[in-house]
């Protein structure tokens, strides 16, 4: 499923270009900047050369140049328009607390998945109408409290990886996107392949 239209693409970026100049953004570097969205990735996506379309770096242009939705609607796929909205107001700083959960049988299993627990735990929550559920929370091999310390991770690394760490945080932002952007393709490519790490 695709979240926008590929051939809106046009549109939308020159519904882009007329909000830079309406809030004083003159070139795609400060837009990236001011998006926190790096020079490179943003150079790909105005120029129209990046393979697929980033819901987050959408909703960031979108949400920093305060773009209104009736404008881009005819941009975002019909699927995809309610959580497009939220991912915007998320990046404006507009949404607050969980997404809304429709229903209220998807509470508990909304509830459980926004997070684990280092040991088994139980939460009572208040739904709609009243209605009270209790959510358990798992412990999960990969939470934040059984995985390893960022010190130890580095401590674990070969002297090899260790030079490659190093070079790479002394190169400058963009550089250090452009590897990300290699490595995320390196990576879907063996995916693809059918070869996983």
Do not use: C
């Not at 909000?19 to 926190?36: H, S």
Request: aromatic share 10%.
């Amino acid at each position: 499923m695709s979240e926008f239209k590929k051939e809106k693409w046009d549109h939308y970026l020159s519904i882009v270009r007329k909000y830079m100049q309406l809030r004083g953004i003159i070139t795609q570097k400060d837009l990236a900047e001011a998006a926190d969205i790096g020079v490179s990735t943003m150079s790909r996506f105005m120029g129209q050369k990046s393979s697929d379309l980033n819901p987050e770096v959408v909703a960031k242009i979108t949400a920093k140049l305060d773009i209104p939705f009736h404008e881009i609607i005819d941009f975002v796929d019909e699927s995809f328009e309610e959580k497009f909205k939220r991912l915007v107001l998320f990046y404006k700083g507009e949404l607050t607390g969980p997404l809304k959960i429709q229903e209220d049988e998807d509470i508990g299993e909304a509830l459980s998945s926004l997070g684990t627990a280092d040991k088994p735990a139980e939460a009572k929550v208040s739904a709609t109408r009243g209605q009270k559920r209790t959510i358990p929370f798992e412990p999960d091999e990969n939470s934040k409290f059984s995985q390893k310390s960022l010190k130890e991770k580095i401590d674990g690394l070969s002297p090899r990886q260790k030079a490659y760490l190093t070079d790479f945080l002394n190169l400058d932002m963009e550089s250090r996107d452009l590897m990300v952007d290699l490595g995320n393709n390196l990576f879907r490519y063996f995916k693809q392949k059918g070869l996983d790490f």
